[in-house]
C-alpha cells in the first residue's frame, strides 16, 4: 500500500491563500507516496492526528525562519517571515521527531527541521560568513544545477545519491549553522555552507539544502530522495 506523505504548503498573506509547487507532489508520487499537502493548525490535538496519519512528511521550501525561533533578533538582511508557518512547521516537525516519522527537509525545510530539533541557522550567509562566497541564489531555470557540492562519505545521503562531487540548484540566502544534537552535516559547498543535515537517532530524518522537486525529472538521481522516503514512510506504516 502506498504511504500517505504530508506536505507542508506556504502562504500568501496578501490573497489569504495557502498554495503549493505541483512539483512537491509530483516528486512525491513519482517516488511511490500519497501526497497530502498540509494546512496551518496551532491544536496540539491537531498536530497529533496529523502526525498519527501521515506515513511520512516533507518540509518544503519557502520564505525565511523567524529567529525567534533560535533565539536571535532579525539582522537587516533579512527577508519576509510568515509567523503562523513558522509555528505551525515548527511544531509539527517536533511531532514527527518524537513519532520517528520519516522527514525529508527541503531548503526551508531543511532549516526549520535543524530549528525544530535544538539548532541554529545563519539569518543571511553572505552579511553573517562573508569570504569567497559562491553564489547560492541562481538567476537560473530552477530545473539546472549550478554549483557544486561534496557529500560525505559514510552517511545516509551518500548511500541514497553517492559519496562525493554533484551539481545542485540553489535558492536560499540562509543555511544551517549548528546543527541540532544528533544530527550531522552530511554535505557541503566549496565555500563550507551546509548542503545537507541528517540524523543519527532516527529511520530517516535528511534535510537537503537544494530542490530535488525541480531536478529529478532531468536528473533521475535525485528521485531516489523522496523513493527513500516512500520506503521508509511504508516501512513503518507495516509496522505500526
Known amino acids: 500500500m502506498k504511504p500517505l506523505i504530508g506536505i507542508t504548503c506556504s502562504w500568501n498573506e496578501e490573497k489569504g491563500h495557502y498554495f503549493l509547487g505541483s512539483m512537491y507532489a509530483e516528486a ?3 517516488g511511490g507516496g500519497i501526497p497530502i499537502p498540509l494546512v496551518y493548525s496551532r491544536s496540539d ?17 519557502g520564505g525565511d525562519v523567524d529567529p525567534f525561533f533560535f533565539g536571535e533578533d532579525p539582522i537587516p538582511a533579512g527577508g519576509e ?8 512547521e515548527i511544531s509539527l516537525a517536533r511531532q514527527a521527531l518524537a513519532a520517528n516519522i520519516p522527514v525529508l527537509g527541503i531548503c526551508r525545510g531543511m532549516q526549520v527541521l535543524n530549528i525544530a530539533a535544538g539548532g541554529d541557522i545563519y539569518q543571511d550567509i553572505a552579511s553573517q560568513l562573508g569570504g569567497r562566497m559562491i553564489n547560492h541564489s541562481q538567476l537560473a531555470p530552477r530545473w539546472h544545477p549550478t554549483h557544486e557540492i561534496t557529500v560525505a562519505g559514510g552517511t545516509m545521503l551518500a548511500s541514497i545519491l553517492c ?13 544551517v549553522r549548528n546543527p541540532a544534537p544528533g544530527f550531522i ?21 535528511l534535510g537537503v539544502q537544494c530542490h530535488p522537486e525541480t531536478l529529478w525529472e532531468r536528473r533521475p538521481a535525485f528521485l531516489a530522495l523522496f523513493e527513500k522516503l516512500s ?6 506504516f507495516a509496522i505500526n
Open 45 to 61: 490535538d491537531a498536530l497529533k492526528r496529523i502526525c498519527a496519519t501521515v506515513n511520512g512528511l516533507v518540509l518544503s521550501g
Open 28 to 30: 512525491v508520487e513519482a
Open 81 to 88: 517571515i510568515c509567523p503562523g508557518r513558522d509555528e505551525f
Open 185 to 205: 552535516i552530511s554535505a557541503r559547498s566549496p565555500d563550507g555552507v551546509a548542503e545537507a543535515i541528517e540524523s543519527r537517532d532516527f529511520s530517516f530524518t
Open 163 to 175: 559519496p562525493g562531487v554533484m551539481r545542485v540548484n540553489s535558492f536560499h540566502h540562509q543555511a
Open 231 to 236: 520506503l521508509a514512510a511504508r516501512m513503518r
